[in-house]
């Protein structure tokens, strides 16, 4: 199975409402990042968080990493209609990510 | 919005053609890469750049082939294109240094091969 696996594949949520994504790898790394893709568009880069950090905030946004378990977690707070996108983790080692599948989230209004 | 730039947008064209995929970027960044992501699946590193005139394979083989003469364009060209080429080709760029574990991508280019 790849690098990064996430899940779920598909979330659907009400707006206000939180989202989490998770995200599983195999490798060591030297960070972990997620990022958003609204249809048909590049990817953005919302966090980083580094292999010796555990949690990290940025806005409506907190990641989670656990290193024993390889596996870190996105959590959207307050989810706008606007966040309806995919989103990607990626782990690094060196200068080359890896990506996960991906997970669709769908903010209702 | 990342400073990095990819032209055409959309491009259908038929088997047989020789096709180029622009990437440019004005933000002075050394590496470069090549992704390939078909609809809702995950992004495969396809070629890579670490500075002019270095070019490099990525995880997923492919028949393309990239060159780096310019610190900001690095183009992609498929001498003929087949129908399995049909996906959407995603450039991105990094910084050397603290920095340059982020990745900025372009809109991409959606290939249509019929």
């Known amino acids: 199975s790849q690098q990064g696996e996430e899940d779920p594949q598909a979330l659907s949520i009400q707006e206000g409402e939180n989202a989490t994504m998770n995200c599983s790898y195999k490798t060591s790394i030297n960070n972990l990042q997620w990022y958003r893709q609204n249809s048909g568009r590049g990817l953005v880069h919302l966090i980083l968080?580094?292999?010796?950090?555990r949690e990290k905030h940025s806005g409506r946004l907190r990641v989670t990493l656990d290193t024993s378990k390889k596996s870190s977690s996105l959590l959207i707070t307050a989810s706008r209609a606007a966040d309806t996108a995919s989103y990607f983790c990626a782990t690094a080692l060196g200068s080359r990510l890896t990506f996960g599948e991906g997970t669709q989230l769908t903010v209702n209004p | 919005e990342a400073d990095i730039y990819q032209t055409p947008r959309y491009l259908v064209i038929g088997t047989g053609k020789k096709i180029t995929l622009e990437c440019s970027q004005t933000m002075g960044h050394d590496k470069m890469y090549w992704y390939q992501q078909d609809p809702g699946m995950e992004l495969h590193l396809i070629h890579y750049?670490?500075?002019?005139?270095?070019?490099e394979k990525g995880d997923l083989s492919s028949e393309s082939t990239v060159s780096r003469i310019r610190t900001e364009h690095f183009p992609l060209t498929l001498e003929s294109a087949r129908p399995s080429h049909t996906s959407q080709y995603l450039c991105a760029s990094s910084e050397i240094g603290q920095n340059q574990e982020t990745q900025y991508f372009g809109p991409g280019t959606r290939l249509l091969v019929l």
């Open positions: 750049s670490y500075g002019v005139n270095s070019t």
């Open positions: 968080i580094r292999s010796n950090e």
